[in-house]
């Protein structure tokens, strides 16, 4: 079936370093992939998205390019700040069976420090 | 309120009784979906409606499991004879869906509740 690999973490950097998250997929067809974002004490909330091959989703100052030949959809920020810190998940949605079921990767622990 | 918002936010039970947990979606989302998250772990797929129907119920673990949204709207996700396996955080989220007459298609934007956290002693 359908899933999502992220790289382990935590992962601690210092204000204003380059962040990289990997995520790599597995799906039939062509799924629509996701980052989501859960800040301490809060909910999931969508960070950004990419539809089909070559997007390139954008949001907060992060970014992810859709590579279907490598099936990766790794997380990207140039600068990254105190308040990044936060678990990123990975996520697709396929049509697998005709289910449209968004499928989440296990999470990566981002801490910032000041 | 705006969100989609679970009740009840924490309930404790004792091995063998049976809970029930609820979801309010967002006002006119067609899809409704249910994951259960350990700690440190992704959200786990449980099932999902479009309206009232129960588009896909593989994720439930066995058939302690039901989930129900009767008219479309409130959801309630049962569990019966719990176990402390059981022991989780479950979300609810919704999402808005377009419907064409070639079926369902999911934006994939999914909005989640704040979660029941339920312990199993």
């Known amino acids: 079936g359908d899933s999502v690999t992220q790289m382990e973490g935590p992962v601690t950097l210092s204000e204003e370093a380059f962040l990289t998250i990997n995520c790599t997929y597995t799906?039939?067809?062509?799924?629509?992939l996701f980052w989501y974002v859960q800040y301490p004490g809060e909910g999931l909330q969508l960070l950004l998205k990419a539809t089909k091959a070559d997007d390139k989703g954008s949001n907060k100052g992060f970014e992810a390019t859709y590579r279907k030949e490598t099936t990766s959809f790794h997380l990207e920020k140039g600068s990254v700040q105190v308040s990044d810190s936060a678990v990123y998940f990975c996520?697709?949605?396929?049509?697998?069976?005709?289910?449209?079921?968004?499928?989440f990767g296990k999470g990566t622990k981002l801490t910032v420090n000041p | 309120g705006a969100g989609v918002s679970q009740s009840p936010r924490y309930k404790v039970t004792k091995r063998g009784q049976d809970v029930a947990l609820r979801c309010d979606p967002i006002?006119?989302?067609?899809?409704l979906y249910w994951y259960r998250q350990a700690l440190g772990q992704g959200p786990e797929f449980l099932t999902y409606?479009?309206?009232?129907?129960?588009?896909?119920k593989s994720g439930l673990p066995n058939d302690r499991f039901s989930a129900e949204r009767p008219e479309g709207s409130i959801s309630t996700l049962t569990i019966q004879r719990t176990e402390q396996r059981d022991s989780a955080m479950y979300r609810c989220?919704?999402?808005?869906?377009?419907?064409?007459?070639?079926?369902?298609?999911?934006?994939?934007?999914?909005?989640f509740g704040e979660g029941s956290r339920l312990t199993v002693l």
């Open positions: 799906a039939t067809g062509y799924p629509s």
């Open positions: 006002s006119g989302h067609v899809s």
């Open positions: 996520a697709l949605i396929g049509a697998q069976g005709g289910s449209e079921k968004l499928v």
């Open positions: 989220a919704s999402s808005l869906t377009t419907v064409s007459i070639f079926g369902f298609a999911n934006t994939g934007e999914l909005f």
């Open positions: 409606f479009n309206y009232e129907a129960q588009q896909d």
